[in-house]
């Protein structure tokens, strides 16, 4: 502070990634408690072909600004590695640790033609083959560039997953958080893709500042459009929004709710601050049970069957069948098993850990 007032330092250095500067992870921990494990980009239970794999970051920040999305408060861009230094860093991990497949972190990772063309005739050529995944913008998905021949060549270089982050099936959402989509956008690109035997995943966010019923259940059709339109896709996540204090759609936030963090925040709170009483105060969302109860059947409707004996696969499926069977009547009131399974939890994390908590939502990573 100066004078009583806050002071934000500007940002005098820009993010870079080359070859200069790999993040070489098996200088930080033991890549084989890892490589059967990481799912991000992948979803083994949809690609059982991956074995061993691992995360490698091929490019840093992103060029687009959406209002919900650190990025917005960086404003930085999308700087990436070339191609042929992405293949060197795949070809020596699998001669060195026998890793077969590789989940590329860039959130923008189609951002560069140019890499992308470049990277996928080196792969076709390499002799180590390899599967991967990563994240892609919906929009960079038509006929003037990832078209139908071009992600079969991407295919054919060991591609096995888009994931895309669509957030909302409601156009006014999408403008308000300025993502760059529209429904049809998104609905486009899963029809170029319907034959091509890469998986496309689909994430959302839910609880969005503003958002009525009628947006979440906009949300929702469109989720079911884009797995009818594509049969190798499935929703890998379904997220409740979180304020990033800082982001665009935070401050809106906290001048609708009146509540401003530098006003309540202090070097002796900061230790016990706590970031999820942040985006509830500056985005409360009231209990709806009928809206909660959508929700909770959505995130479950999209995950397997689990035929294990245990607490949380039974907990799976039997929201599987009555969710099946509320979406059937459209039918969300009187929902008892929301409090069946809020009991349930708080046993659970009481004699297996919170860990088990996480776990019984885990879709994707």
């Given amino acids: 502070k100066k004078n009583g007032q806050i002071q934000k330092n500007a940002k005098s250095i820009s993010d870079s990634l080359h070859k200069e500067n790999y993040i070489h992870l098996e200088e930080f921990l033991d890549l084989d408690k890892y490589v059967h494990k990481i799912d991000v980009y992948f979803g083994r239970n949809q690609t059982p072909q991956v074995k061993r794999a691992m995360p490698i970051l091929?490019?840093?920040?992103?060029?687009?600004k959406c209002t919900f999305c650190e990025h917005a408060l960086i404003n930085s861009r999308h700087h990436a590695l070339e191609a042929k230094d992405i293949v060197k860093q795949m070809n020596y991990y699998y001669e060195k640790y026998n890793i077969d497949s590789f989940a590329f972190f860039d959130e923008e990772f189609l951002s560069d033609k140019e890499r992308i063309f470049e990277l996928t005739d080196l792969l076709k050529n390499n002799t180590n083959k390899f599967y991967w995944g990563t994240q892609v913008r919906a929009s960079d998905i038509h006929e003037r560039y990832i078209n139908k021949e071009r992600l079969q060549q991407i295919e054919e270089s060991g591609c096995i997953r888009?994931?895309?982050g669509v957030e909302s099936?409601?156009?006014?959402?999408?403008?308000?958080?300025k993502k760059g989509l529209t429904p049809e956008i998104v609905i486009r690109a899963a029809n170029f893709g319907k034959n091509?035997?890469?998986a496309f995943s689909y994430s959302f966010i839910v609880n969005l500042p503003t958002e009525t019923n009628e947006e979440l259940m906009m949300t929702f059709n469109l989720a079911k459009k884009l797995l009818a339109v594509k049969r190798n896709s499935f929703v890998s996540a379904v997220h409740h929004y979180f304020a990033y204090p800082g982001t665009p759609l935070a401050i809106e936030a906290e001048q609708r709710s009146g509540y401003r963090l530098e006003e309540n925040f202090n070097l002796?709170?900061?230790?016990?601050?706590?970031m999820p009483e942040y985006s509830q105060r500056v985005n409360p969302t009231s209990m709806d049970f009928n809206r909660e109860s959508r929700i909770i059947h959505f995130e479950y409707s999209n995950l397997p069957y689990e035929f294990k004996l245990n607490?949380?696969?039974i907990m799976r499926n039997l929201f599987k069948i009555i969710g099946s069977i509320r979406d059937f009547f459209d039918f969300y009131k009187l929902p008892l098993e929301i409090t069946l399974k809020k009991l349930y939890l708080k046993h659970?994390?009481?004699s297996d850990g919170h860990e088990s908590q996480r776990q019984l939502h885990n879709t994707d990573c």
């Fill in 348 to 350: 659970w994390s009481t």
């Fill in 311 to 313: 607490g949380k696969a």
């Fill in 169 to 177: 099936g409601s156009p006014r959402m999408l403008k308000k958080i």
């Fill in 196 to 198: 091509s035997k890469i």
């Fill in 58 to 64: 091929t490019g840093l920040g992103c060029s687009y």
């Fill in 162 to 164: 888009f994931s895309m």
């Fill in 268 to 274: 002796k709170s900061f230790a016990s601050m706590d």
